[in-house]
Every structure is written in C-alpha cells, then in structure tokens.
C-alpha cells in the first residue's frame, strides 16, 4: 500500500487495474480544504497525467463512497504508450523500496459547492 500526499493505492495489476482511496471525508487536508460526505457519490472519471486536461486519457473508471473514504477504481489503457510507460513506474515504485511517486486528483467545483 502507497500513502503520499493522502493517497492509498491499494492494488495495481499487470492488466492495469488500479484501487486507490483517495480522499477521506470530514478531515482537513494539507491546503486547509474539508471534503463533505456526499461530496463525490459515484461518478465516472478520467484518469490524466499531471492534471493536464488536454492530454490523451491515460484510462478511466468510476468513484465512490465507502464510509468515510473515497474510493477510485480505475483501468489504465495499456494500449497507450504513456499508460504503459505510468503503470510500469508505478509498478517499480511499488515494489523496490520506500515508494516515492505522489499521487492528486483534480476536480471542479459547481455552483453552490463551496463555502467560500
């Protein structure tokens, strides 16, 4: 199990499957943010590399709730190359050591969404 930056990943398989928590309600993160429950629900997501919202989708797969923990399952689309290349560090990472890659997920707010 990978904890950096307050992401679990729990399993990644040589297919591509990843399980990560990636966000717990109710508890203040680093930038000073809370995230309420009923705040994701389940959704479908894209996977991206480094937030970048223009670049092809590395994979993609659904969010949920699980208690006080969101929950992402994702399929990597080994099929592309930079994909390949992400699962295949991800998978060193993993496995040789003290793992050093961080991990985020981006988002955006709608309207009514925020306190501020």
């Not at 928590?21 to 809370?34: E, H, Q, S």
């Amino acid at each position: 199990m990978i904890l950096r930056k307050g992401i679990q990943i729990k399993d990644v398989t040589p297919a591509g499957i990843i399980v990560a928590a990636f966000a717990t309600m109710n508890v203040i993160d680093k930038d000073g943010d809370v995230t309420l429950p009923g705040f994701f629900g389940e959704q479908d997501v894209v996977m991206l590399p480094a937030h970048d919202w223009k670049s092809v989708p590395l994979g993609k797969g659904t969010i949920r709730e699980v208690g006080d923990k969101a929950i992402a399952e994702l399929k990597m689309n080994l099929d592309v190359q930079a994909a390949k290349d992400w699962h295949s560090a991800l998978v060193f990472d993993m496995k040789n050591g003290t793992p050093l890659q961080e991990y985020s997920y981006g988002f955006t707010i709608l309207d009514g969404g925020s306190s501020e």
